[in-house]
């Protein structure tokens, strides 16, 4: 067995202790079967490894010394275990030779505690066989400041590029190509490191280049979606540009038209469906042809492919999408969705949206991708504003990957119905405040984008 | 850093697989290793021509060519670092990545790729966005309450509906396939319905410049499955001459290892997609023939080339004067498949050509061209196989004219001389152009008296009364029926065996 499923096999072992010893009481026999197979199986491992180390660095989780990557069968228990690594601001957790049942049990009861919890039992109880470092405090403020300035820094640069290649293009200009493939490698590196630092970015919309943000949150959204379901890097990359580059068609559509607030005619329809085609010599104009642009041409080609076989331009009977066709699909639909243009002035709220892609999945959209898509997003996604039983409204700012219906939010209005800076709060934690609905940003005069900046 | 040069430079020089490069890479792998062991960490800074470590030079090479340093420098790397735990795979990507022969390629990019867990790398920006203005929401009344009822009402949606979006394990299954489906999917022919639809709505010179760039590269890399899918579309613009480029000595040649490659289904696509070829490539494809090692290929090759000759049989039939043996004899045949009939007074001049394989390409294709007169010439040929043969074309053209030149041959006693494939071909023409007076001369010849050499006129009766059997007519059977009463044995025998055939 190699390391790399040896720590994989770990944190899948040590995910369903940490939850049983949520729910259960740690006498049960579900807990006690759960660390029983947790410790037959290391006890194997000593036999070959000295130790088992846990590092977290950055969201990423290493296993004695190499990296757990993020993969659709491992998503849950990695990001489970990140998070409460994160939560305790623990930097590593080494298990050693001679570790018990009972041991275990009772570091896996104080690891889903809270911060004060855990460090108060920790200190008092003895785990001769669990080491434990925790994270300086420069190294946690380092970290939080870090992934959301670079988060922020990626958007922006990301967006100017993707302004630039667009606008090159509408009036003939050279492209740098260089800066675009550049910029993909950024947004990836940026969602692997945080991936709700740089989703909440793509709450920012505009309304008068709507474009611009809406492709680049597409190439974003894609990514996240791709990150989820396992993608490797040079996979990601392609997705990335794909989903940037898949409207780039409507740099051929006459701009009267796509700013058109009244129903397009029968024939400025099909007009406008023609941007998929473009697309494709718009890609060939601006890249040549490496294998990233063949696939952003088929991908722009495609995006409008629904699952159940509709959809444009037409196709022959047996020609199905391409995964990444089939990501950028709902990602586009979403974000065009939860956006305001000239003939949508009041935007779907997020969590609306998503529930038009649940229920037309199978019919628009790949009905496993939009499951997984509502799993990265949450029911209510980054950027909702939820009114509370308390009077108050929050920003959602972030998904608990345990609890995807409540989310950890910020109070952006009082009861008072006043702006504030309020305090954030882990709904999943919560047992008496509670969400009565989602509401319109605008009603409250906020813009969320604004938090996350 | 010596090291590092040296398994680098063995890469440039030997390639990945070569012995020398891993006699260098090896000790470099311990090297670093060692290295990585005492002091768990070793940071790199990256100058324009140099290497450093804790500000002293470590490497120098200012040949841009050679230089690692320079070829990190030049995208942006500005320092690289090493970390314990490192691998010998992830040490062999970084060299490959740094000696990557193209002027265009991004080694920032290309080590981004990797994804090294032991190596780091910073790369300068090239611009800093600081503006992280972001747009004003357009300001209008709307009662949003009402706004989200409309919507429900549009979208016909439950909005209180649990989603619950768990994955069955199938799902997560299918989607696992459908992932490595699209990792091992090769885009190409998917870009190339792209395009090609594309151009079924519409004519787009990028799109065809597109395709022409891709059929280029397919056929570089000998995919004439998606050359053949190209060519096919672009056939339909005739004012785009894309074949133009392939058709010369240097490409042609090189498609010498297509003909011999073990896939059958390979060759087959080289031989779809040479069938856009234009009389250009007739001499390039005739030189190319010979290399084809097996006979069912040359053939199907000589066909394409006939094919695609067939408005203009002139090239062709300029080989057919060619010094080459090879050359000529590929060139003959394919007149042939062609039925060339401009190509007959040529093959005519070679009826006595001394090379017998010459001669026999002639003779096959006079068949195919049906000049029986010529065909004739063959019978006093030195080849008895060329003899042989020519009876066979004879007996398939119905010539009768030949038939009481061969009979008093078969009559003459020189024929008992004849091979007997040879005096067996005889008689099969006679069969093959049979008229009501055969079975009689058939009858004559087995039955006749024969007091001196007995024995040799054996075969006559033999092939006699096979014939008799193989035209199986009443007459003829009876014929063999009476024969084989007879009380001349060697006749007897003769019948009795050809009855024997019969009732088999």
New interface residues.
């Given amino acids: 067995m190699t390391i790399y499923t040896a720590g994989k096999t770990v944190v899948a072992l040590l995910y369903p202790l940490l939850k049983a010893v949520q729910v259960y009481d740690i006498k049960n026999d579900v807990v006690i079967n759960s660390a029983k197979k947790f410790v037959e199986f290391i006890e194997d491992l000593f036999s070959t490894i000295s130790s088992l180390e846990f590092v977290r660095y950055r969201d990423y989780i ?1 296993f004695n ?3 757990l990557k993020y993969e ?2 491992s998503y849950a228990n990695l990001t489970f275990l990140n998070n409460q690594l994160k939560n305790l601001r623990i930097k590593s957790i080494t298990f050693l030779p001679g570790i018990n049942q009972q041991e275990l049990i009772d570091f896996a009861d104080i690891l889903i505690k809270d911060k004060v919890t855990f460090l108060k039992h920790f200190v008092l109880k003895r785990y001769p066989h669990i080491n434990v470092q925790f994270l300086k405090a420069h190294e946690e403020a380092d970290e939080l400041a870090e992934n959301g300035e670079a988060a ?2 990626t958007y ?2 990301a967006l ?1 590029v993707t302004k630039n290649l667009m606008q090159n293009l509408w009036t003939g200009r050279p492209v740098d190509v ?2 675009s ?2 910029i993909v ?1 950024s947004l990836v ?1 940026s969602i692997s490191r945080d991936e709700f630092g740089i989703l909440a970015l793509t709450t ?6 709507y474009t611009f943000n809406h492709s680049l949150n597409v190439g974003i959204l894609a990514l996240a979606l791709g990150q989820r ?7 990601l ?1 392609r997705l990335g540009t794909s989903g940037i580059l898949h409207d780039i068609g409507k740099v051929e559509i006459p701009k009267e038209l796509i700013n058109k607030t009244q129903k397009l005619t029968d024939q400025e329809w099909e007009t406008l469906k023609l941007h998929s ?1 473009f697309g ?2 718009e890609i ?2 601006t890249r ?2 490496d ?1 990233i642009s ?2 952003a ?2 991908v722009a ?2 995006h409008h492919w629904n699952f159940d076989g509709t959809g444009y ?1 037409l ?1 022959e009977k047996d ?1 199905e999408p ?3 066709a089939r990501i950028v699909r709902i990602c586009d639909s979403y974000d065009a969705m939860t956006t ?1 243009r000239a003939y949508q ?2 935007p ?2 997020p969590h ?1 949206a998503l ?2 892609i ?2 037309n999945q199978n019919r628009l959209f790949d ?6 898509f ?2 990265l997003l949450g ?1 209510y996604p980054v950027g909702s504003c939820l009114e509370l039983n308390t009077g108050e409204i929050g920003l959602v700012m972030r998904q608990n990957p345990s609890t ?2 409540l989310p950890i939010v910020k109070i952006i209005v009082d009861k008072n119905k006043k702006k504030v800076d309020g305090k954030t709060l882990d709904l999943g934690m919560e047992t008496v405040i509670k969400i009565v609905r989602p ?2 940003p ?2 409250h005069g906020v ?1 969320p ?2 938090y996350f ?1 | 850093m010596q090291g590092l040069t040296k398994a680098f430079k063995a890469l440039q020089m030997y390639g990945m697989n070569h012995s020398s490069f891993r006699s260098f890479y090896l000790p470099f792998c311990d090297k670093m290793t060692d290295f990585l062991k005492k002091r768990n960490e070793l940071n790199l800074q990256i100058d324009k021509f140099k290497i450093l470590h804790e500000n002293h030079i470590v490497y120098e090479e200012r040949e841009m060519d050679l230089s690692i340093a320079f070829k990190l420098f030049k995208d942006g790397i500005r320092s690289i670092s090493f970390i ?2 490192l691998t010998s795979d992830e040490l062999l990507l970084l060299l490959d990545v740094i000696s990557q022969p193209s002027k265009d390629y ?1 080694v ?2 290309g080590l ?2 990797c ?1 090294f ?2 190596i780091n790398f910073y790369v300068v ?5 600081v ?2 203005r ?5 300001v ?1 009344y ?1 009662d ?1 309450d009402e ?2 009822k409309q ?2 009402m549009r ?1 016909k ?3 209180d ?1 649990v ?1 619950i ?3 069955k394990p199938e ?2 299954k ?3 396939k ?2 490595t ?3 091992k999917a090769t ?2 022919p ?2 190339v ?3 090609t ?2 151009l079924s ?2 004519r ?1 010179q ?2 065809i ?2 395709l022409i ?2 059929l280029e ?1 397919c056929v570089n890399t000998k995919d004439f499955y998606n050359a053949r899918r190209i060519a096919y579309k672009l056939r339909d613009y005739p004012e785009i001459k894309f074949i133009d480029r392939f058709e010369n000595a240097t490409t042609i040649m090189g498609f010498k290892d297509t003909l011999n490659v073990p896939q059958n289904e390979l060759f087959n696509e080289f031989l779809a997609f040479i069938g856009f070829f234009g009389t250009k490539s007739i001499p390039y494809l005739v030189h190319l023939m010979p290399h084809t090692e097996r006979a069912d290929r040359l053939t199907a090759l000589r066909q394409r080339i006939a094919y695609i000759a067939q408005d203009d049989p002139a090239p062709i039939i300029d080989f057919l004067k060619n010094e080459d043996t090879q050359l000529m004899i590929n060139a003959i045949a394919i007149v042939g498949i062609m039925k060339a009939s401009k190509a007959v007074e040529a093959l005519e001049a070679l009826i006595a050509h001394p090379d017998e394989r010459v001669r026999l390409a002639v003779l096959e294709s006079l068949g195919s061209l049906r000049q029986p007169d010529l065909v004739v010439k063959f019978m006093t040929d030195p080849s008895m196989d060329a003899r042989i043969k020519a009876l066979r074309i004879l007996g398939m053209l119905k010539y009768p004219q030949v038939y009481p030149v061969l009979l008093d041959k078969i009559k003459h006693k020189s024929f008992l001389a004849f091979d007997s494939t040879e005096q067996r071909e005889y008689f099969n023409y006679l069969t093959a152009n049979a008229d009501s007076n055969l079975v009689r001369i058939l009858q004559n010849l087995l039955f006749k008296r024969k007091w001196f050499g007995r024995k040799k006129y054996r075969v006559i009766r033999r092939l006699a009364a096979m014939a008799l059997e193989q035209i199986g007519s009443e007459e003829s059977l009876q014929v063999l029926r009476t024969g084989a009463q007879k009380r001349n044995k060697d006749i007897q025998a003769a019948c009795e065996i050809a009855l024997k055939g019969k009732s088999t």
């Fill in positions: 290493f010394k190499q990296r659709i069968d922020k820094k922006f640069k100017k260089k800066s493939r550049r490698y590196d920012i919309k505009n309304f008068d280049e379901i396992g993608l490797d890097r040079k996979s990359a085609n494709v010599r060939l104009k040549g042809l294998e063949m696939v041409i088929a080609y495609q331009p196709r020609e391409t995964l990444f305001a002035p009041v779907y709220l609306f529930r038009v649940w229920s009905p496993v991708l939009s499951k997984v509502t799993q029911i995807i219906d509401t319109y605008q009603i813009n984008a604004a900046l | 314990g735990g991004d920032a990019l981004w790729e994804n867990s032991h920006e090239e611009e800093e966005v503006d992280y972001i747009p004003d929401a357009p209008e709307v949003y706004k989200l919507l429900i979208e949606i439950d909005i509906a989603i979006p768990d994955l799902e997560v299918h989607l696992m459908s992932i489906d699209e990792e885009i190409l998917l870009v319905k792209t395009l639809d594309f709505t519409e787009s990028e799109v410049d597109g760039e891709i590269s």
